[in-house]
């Protein structure tokens, strides 16, 4: 008796959670409980993305920053309009770039020469044959002569 009691229980309490994360959704998914009126720069913002009202408390948009940090921003506000306009382009200009570099790429057959002018070039020596050096101090100095 005790144990179809404590079956049935246990049977009770896994349906009642599994109604519960159905209805509510997994809360850890959400991450903007709520919207901050914080607003940064539009040039630090790498990406977004849209977080929907049906399984969270609010609908937001989670904007995120060079520096890897989250801000969530209400969708209808105007900072945020333009904070996705300028993402959106942002994300077309570096798709055409890409395409472009690819058709060069793929096009081209020359192989670049190389360049030895920078291997060749004269260094600068001092009087005695040795490469000039920065003067940091007399103490720096008199040391990388003991050095040298």
Known sequence: MKLSLALAALLCF???MSMV???HG???NCL???????RVKVERIVDYTNQSEGICPVAAIIFHTKTGKSLCSDPNSAWARRA???VDEERKKKTLKEMR????ESTSDVTPAASYASNNAPKRRGRHGRRR???KSRRGRKWLRKRA
Request: with cysteine; hydrophobic share 25%.
């Open 14 to 16: 896994t349906t009642w």
């Open 21 to 23: 994360h159905a209805t």
């Open 26 to 28: 997994p809360i850890g």
């Open 32 to 38: 903007c409980p709520m919207l901050s009126k914080t």
């Open 84 to 86: 996705k306009l300028k």
């Open 101 to 104: 570099q690819n058709e060069d």
């Open 133 to 135: 050096q920065r003067k």
